[in-house]
């Protein structure tokens, strides 16, 4: 083989190299920064789901890549901070689960690439459109609009027709709420049950939202997802498990933790899809390019366990139409 021919397909066989190959030989790992508005620990889905994701994309924590991750404890008011801290660390892009980090994010700087997840990107005007999402955000919407909203109430209808008087607990960080609201309210109509909303923006709001709930006669209670709701999850499952209160949540991550049944898209394995965003931009590309995915599929999550423990009856065809039941 002539010597110029053999360079060319070297070339060719370089490039066709996964990018963790090529990382090693020519790049310092990339910086990812990451930000959960609750405590360490309480959001293990979301990075869990994302080393999954990278690792099949062939690339190696600690060689191609490490993580920045930062926590606020539940204290929105300091996440303002936490983004200025890590841009000043210069990450290469931010990861930003839930609307209160998206926002401080896109607040702070609009040429770090932003890799988000919220319950839907384009209602909480993160982007100017699903396709191109345009400016420095793009991601995953986890909730496909406001129309699985629906679905919450119905599916806590229909396992317990008898709950006539629901609460929602909702987030007024969350730009979505009132898109949700609106719908669920909609739903509980049509199915002659009474609805109330109970907002939480932070821990103290939290208690003074479950301390409402307690003496307004509610049978019922229904979660949105939310970011900073998943973080005090303890609480809204003990307050639950407390006055043994049907309860369907927005988010997955509630039952393994005794929350009693969900419908949600899986995180984990959202965040595991949600790699190969962190793949192309570290590539190069143009996070204002890459469409937004939106949720396609849900699943019904059931804690049997809490059931058994709360003295409530899932019926057989509910179980039925389970992905997932805790024994």
């Known amino acids: 083989m002539q010597r110029r021919a053999f360079i060319t397909v070297l070339g060719g066989v370089i490039a066709a190299w996964p990018l963790s190959a090529r990382a090693r030989q020519t790049a310092k790992p990339a910086r990812l920064g990451y930000i959960w508005i609750g405590s360490k620990g309480s959001e293990h889905s979301t990075l869990d789901g994302l080393r999954q994701g990278l690792s099949d994309l062939g690339y190696t924590e600690g060689r191609d890549f490490v993580i920045d991750d930062r926590y606020a404890d539940s204290r929105p008011e300091h996440l303002p901070g936490i983004v200025a801290d890590l841009i000043r660390t210069k990450v290469d892009l931010i990861l930003s689960p839930g609307n209160p980090v998206t926002q401080a994010a896109k607040s702070a700087t609009s040429t770090i690439p932003i890799i988000s997840t919220t319950p839907d990107l384009l209602a909480s005007g993160f982007i100017a459109n699903l396709a191109h999402p345009g400016g420095n955000i793009t991601g995953m919407s986890l909730t ?21 008087n629901v609460a929602v607990l909702s987030s007024p960080i969350s730009l979505a709420s009132s898109a949700y609201l609106e719908r669920i309210r909609g739903a509980a109509s049509a199915l002659g049950m009474q609805l109330q909303n109970f907002s939480a923006g932070n821990p103290v709001e939290l208690q003074q939202a479950l301390g409402a709930m307690e003496v307004a006669g509610i049978d019922g209670l229904v979660v949105e997802s939310d970011a ?100």
């Open 144 to 164: 496909a609009g406001a129309a699985l909203a629906e679905k919450w109430v119905e599916l806590l209808h229909e396992s317990f027709p008898g709950v006539k």
């Open 228 to 327: 900073l709701l998943l973080a005090n999850r303890a609480e809204i499952i003990g307050f639950a498990a407390k006055h043994r209160l049907p309860t369907v949540y927005g988010n997955p991550d509630y039952v393994p933790d005794g929350g009693l049944m969900s419908y949600a898209t899986n995180i984990f394995d959202s965040w595991r899809r949600l790699a190969s965003f962190v793949d192309k931009v570290l590539r190069g590309a143009d996070p204002g390019t890459l469409p937004v995915e939106q949720a396609t599929k849900f699943d019904l999550r059931i804690n049997l366990r809490t059931a058994r423990i709360l003295g409530l009856t899932i019926p057989p065809l509910i179980l039925a139409r389970a992905d997932e039941v805790i024994e």
